[in-house]
C-alpha cells in the first residue's frame, strides 16, 4: 500500500516552480515560523538545479532537463527574485545561485538563447547588477553575474551605452582590492568582447571616453591603478586599430 502513495519525482520546471515561491519566504520577518525551514529547502532547491546544469560525479547533465529548467526559470521573474534577494541568502548559497545564473547564459532552449531575450526586456537588472559593486557583500557575485550576462552582445552594448559606464573608473579605484580588480575584470570584459560594438562605442564615445580615462586611470595616484591601466590602454587600442586610424 506504501508504494499507492508514492510522490511523484520533481520535474526541473517543478523545481523552478518551488524555488519561486520559496523565495518569498526570503523577505519574510525573522520571526516568521517556517521561514528557517523555507529558507533551508530553498537552498536545497538551488543545490539542485546546480546539479541538473552542471551534472555531478556520477551523472552528466541531460540536455532536455536543462532546457526543461531554462525555459521555466525565464518564463517568469526567478532571476531577477534570485538577485533581488541575493544580499539576504547566506554565502554559500550565493556561490550556488552565481553559478546557476553563469550557466544558464549558455544553455540554448530551440536554439536560442533565451536568457538573452530575458536580460534584453528586463534591463533594469544590469543596472542592480553594476551598483552591487557599491556593497562589499555582494559586488563579487553580482560581478561575476554581470560578466556571464555581457556574454550576450546586446547586453554588453546596453551597459556600454548606459551612464553605468562612467561608474567603472570610480568602482576601478575602490580601496577594497578584490572588488576593484573585479571591476576591472568587468571592465576589460566590456571593452574587449564584442569587437565590433566596443569599436561602435569608441567611435561615438571617444572623446570623454579617453578624458575620464586619463584623468581618472592613467593618472591615479595609485601606482597599481595606473600600471594595469597603462597595459590596457595598449589591449584597446591593439583591438580597436581601425577604429582610431580615422579619428
Same mark, same amino acid.
Given at each position: 500500500?506504501?508504494?499507492?502513495?508514492?510522490?511523484?519525482?520533481?520535474?526541473?520546471? +517543478? %523545481?523552478v516552480?518551488?524555488?519561486?515561491?520559496?523565495?518569498?519566504?526570503?523577505?519574510a520577518?525573522?520571526?516568521?515560523?517556517?521561514?528557517?525551514?523555507?529558507?533551508?529547502?530553498l537552498?536545497?532547491?538551488i543545490?539542485?538545479?546546480?546539479?541538473?546544469?552542471?551534472? /555531478?560525479?556520477?551523472a552528466?547533465?541531460?540536455?532536455?532537463?536543462?532546457?526543461?529548467?531554462t @525555459?521555466?526559470?525565464?518564463?517568469?521573474?526567478?532571476?531577477?527574485?534570485?538577485? !533581488?534577494?541575493?544580499?539576504? $541568502?547566506? %554565502?554559500?548559497v550565493?556561490? +550556488?545561485?552565481?553559478?546557476?545564473?553563469?550557466? %544558464?547564459?549558455?544553455? @540554448?532552449v530551440?536554439?536560442? $538563447?533565451?536568457a538573452?531575450?530575458? %536580460?534584453?526586456? /528586463?534591463?533594469? =537588472? =544590469?543596472?542592480?547588477l553594476?551598483?552591487?559593486?557599491e556593497?562589499? +557583500?555582494?559586488? $563579487?557575485?553580482?560581478?561575476?553575474?554581470l560578466?556571464?550576462?555581457i556574454?550576450?552582445?546586446?547586453?554588453?552594448?546596453?551597459? $556600454?551605452?548606459?551612464?553605468?559606464?562612467?561608474?567603472?573608473?570610480?568602482?576601478?579605484?575602490?580601496?577594497?582590492f578584490?572588488?576593484?580588480?573585479?571591476?576591472?575584470?568587468?571592465?576589460?570584459e566590456?571593452?574587449?568582447?564584442?569587437?565590433?560594438? !566596443?569599436?561602435?562605442?569608441? /567611435?561615438?564615445?571617444?572623446d570623454?571616453?579617453?578624458?575620464?580615462?586619463?584623468?581618472?586611470?592613467?593618472?591615479?595616484?595609485?601606482?597599481?591603478?595606473?600600471? @594595469?591601466?597603462?597595459?590596457?590602454? !595598449?589591449?584597446?587600442?591593439?583591438?580597436?586599430?581601425?577604429?582610431?586610424?580615422?579619428?
Amino acid at each position: 500500500m506504501k508504494g499507492l502513495f508514492k510522490s511523484k519525482p520533481r520535474t526541473p520546471a +517543478d %523545481l523552478v516552480r518551488q524555488t519561486r515561491e520559496l523565495l518569498a519566504y526570503v523577505e519574510a520577518p525573522a520571526r516568521e515560523p517556517k521561514r528557517e525551514e523555507k529558507l533551508t529547502e530553498l537552498a536545497k532547491n538551488i543545490r539542485e538545479m546546480k546539479t541538473v546544469l552542471y551534472g /555531478n560525479s556520477e551523472a552528466e547533465p541531460v540536455p532536455e532537463a536543462c532546457a526543461q529548467l531554462t @525555459q521555466e526559470f525565464f518564463k517568469d521573474n526567478t532571476l531577477r527574485l534570485l538577485i !533581488v534577494c541575493l544580499p539576504k $541568502l547566506n %554565502l554559500e548559497v550565493r556561490k +550556488d545561485v552565481t553559478q546557476v545564473v553563469a550557466n %544558464l547564459q549558455r544553455q @540554448q532552449v530551440h536554439s536560442r $538563447l533565451i536568457a538573452s531575450d530575458y %536580460l534584453e526586456a /528586463n534591463r533594469d =537588472l =544590469l543596472d542592480i547588477l553594476i551598483a552591487g559593486y557599491e556593497n562589499t +557583500d555582494i559586488a $563579487l557575485h553580482y560581478g561575476s553575474m554581470l560578466r556571464d550576462c555581457i556574454r550576450h552582445q546586446s547586453i554588453a552594448r546596453y551597459v $556600454l551605452e548606459s551612464d553605468n559606464m562612467k561608474k567603472f573608473f570610480g568602482y576601478i579605484q575602490l580601496p577594497n582590492f578584490e572588488i576593484a580588480s573585479d571591476a576591472a575584470a568587468t571592465f576589460k570584459e566590456l571593452l574587449t568582447r564584442h569587437k565590433s560594438t !566596443v569599436a561602435d562605442f569608441l /567611435n561615438k564615445n571617444y572623446d570623454w571616453f579617453f578624458a575620464e580615462y586619463n584623468k581618472d586611470l592613467l593618472e591615479s595616484p595609485n601606482y597599481i591603478t595606473r600600471r @594595469q591601466a597603462v597595459k590596457f590602454y !595598449v589591449v584597446i587600442l591593439s583591438l580597436n586599430s581601425a577604429t582610431f586610424i580615422g579619428t
